[in-house]
Every structure is written in C-alpha cells, then in structure tokens.
Nanobody, 126 residues
Framework: QVQLVESGGGLVQAGGSLRLSCAAS????????MGWYRQAPGEQRELVAT???????NYADSVKGRFTISKDNAENWMYLQMNSLKPEDTAVYYC????????????????????WGQGTQVTVSS
C-alpha cells in the first residue's frame, strides 16, 4: 500500500526555523490531498496546513505567514517550512496523504484511503 515517513523535527529556539519532510513510498497510483497536523501534550490533533492535488494551500490561522507547505509530485515528497517558531508550536507533527495504490499482483487501483506518518517531535524553547 502506501507508507509515510516524516523527518526534520528537533529542538530549536524561539524565532528559529525547521523544515519537515514527508516521504511517501509503496505501490502508489496517485496522491490526492495532503497535509500536516500536530498534537501537543493533552491536546487534540489539529490541522496545520493542507495542499490539494492541484496545489491549493490552506493554513491554520496560528501559522499563517510563518509556515509554508509544498510538495514534489515527481518524487512523492511533501514539506513544511516553519519559520519564526514559537514555544506554542511545540508538538508532534504528523503528515497525512489521501492516496490510491496499486494492488498486487493484479495492479488494480484501490482507494482512495487516508495514510498517516508516525510523527516527528518539534520542540521550541523560549
């Protein structure tokens, strides 16, 4: 099917920057809408940014002007550039993709289904 792996999290001081990456692999037929979500301790998972198959982006009000979502269609990658980070951005960040995959051995398209990465920790110190 489809597997997602995030990378790029870490510890950064307030005002700093990080770039998260999400790589999709597997028997991918097509990738549809994608997005980044985050979950802070004791909080529910919330939307950070989304990007449609056509490239239209949407951001949570709390990150507008600071974060930029992008993707590389050819390589099945998605990115989140995070600038001017604040302590309240501290959370586990998850990538999400809605995708259709090839079943094997028939190679018939299946889906779409929602897929999630394992999460990457972002910690912003004050």
């Amino acid at each position: 099917q489809v597997q997602l792996v995030e990378s790029g999290g870490g510890l950064v001081q307030a005002g700093g920057s990080l770039r998260l990456s999400c790589a999709a692999s597997g028997t991918i037929f097509s990738l549809n809408d994608m997005g980044w979500y985050r979950q802070a301790p004791g909080e529910q998972r919330e939307l950070v940014a989304t990007i449609t198959r056509g490239g239209t982006t949407n951001y949570a009000d709390s990150v507008k002007g600071r974060f930029t979502i992008s993707k590389d269609n050819a390589e099945n990658w998605m990115y989140l550039q995070m600038n001017s980070l604040k302590p309240e951005d501290t959370a586990v960040y998850y990538c999400h993709m809605n995708a259709i995959y090839y079943s094997t051995p028939s190679y018939r398209p299946r889906g779409p289904y929602d897929y999630w990465g394992q999460g990457t920790q972002v910690t912003v110190s004050s």
